[in-house]
């Protein structure tokens, strides 16, 4: 079956436009590159015009996650966000994590992995049309102590219960994130583990990381 078309929309951050996604994107079938803006209002603008799939967001070298892109990302709730940049600081990172983004592509672009991408995008777009079971849950708290960590895990757990095997629980808490010691999870790897090898992901690797606990619940501790 032919891959349905796929559009594709860039806004350069940094205001540094980049001539090589252009080469980039047209040696690949099935995608068209809708807009490009160096400026989020404008492409905010030309977004309302014609709608893209997928929306590049590319922060070049930067290390630093802009002030707009929290609001800008929750303007495009129905589209998938990705952030680009050459960075791999891990605090950025987790803050791009943070985010309601679709994810983070590593500059330079990698065929293979962008196209893997590409492949995730086309398979959630036909669940969005086509809806299932899965879902995310973010359960946050507004200063430590109320409570947040204890919420999460209970709930983790009482799902894990009726969904054996597939239900995650993210630790995503700073600075001090406690799952681990409420499931009496002793293990050296983390989640930075994921975020420093982010080049080099396979499947047996996140496996590793990731920690089974008695209630079959997969932990990804912080």
């Not at 559009?7 to 350069?12: F, K």
């Not at 947040?148 to 799902?159: M, R, W």
């Not at 095997?165 to 994921?194: H, R, S, W, Y």
């Amino acid at each position: 079956m032919k891959s349905k078309l796929i559009n594709v929309s860039l806004l350069y951050g940094t205001g540094a436009p980049n001539p090589e996604y252009q080469e980039f994107f047209s040696a690949i079938e099935n995608l068209k590159l809708l807009h490009e803006s160096e400026d989020p209002e404008t492409f905010l603008t030309q977004h309302q015009e014609k709608q893209s799939d997928v929306i590049l967001v590319d922060l070049n070298g930067s290390g630093i996650v802009p002030s707009w892109l929290n609001t800008f990302i929750n303007e495009l709730a129905q589209t998938e966000v990705m952030v680009c940049s050459h960075s791999r600081d891990p605090d950025f990172l987790i803050q791009v994590m943070k985010l309601r983004a679709g994810g983070f592509i590593p500059l330079p672009l990698n065929r293979a992995d962008f196209l893997a991408t590409l492949d995730r995008i086309r398979v959630e777009r036909e669940q969005r049309r086509n809806p299932g079971q899965n879902q995310v849950l973010a359960v946050t708290g507004t200063k430590g102590g109320v409570g947040t960590t204890s919420i999460a895990t209970n709930l983790a757990v009482a799902l894990a219960e009726t969904r054996p095997g597939e239900v995650i629980l993210v630790d995503l808490a700073k600075p001090f994130p406690q799952v681990g010691q409420f499931l009496d999870l002793k293990c050296p790897n983390t989640i930075m583990d994921l975020v420093t090898s982010a080049d080099n992901l396979d499947q047996m690797f996140v496996q590793k990381i990731v920690q089974k606990h008695q209630s079959n619940l997969d932990v990804l501790l912080s």
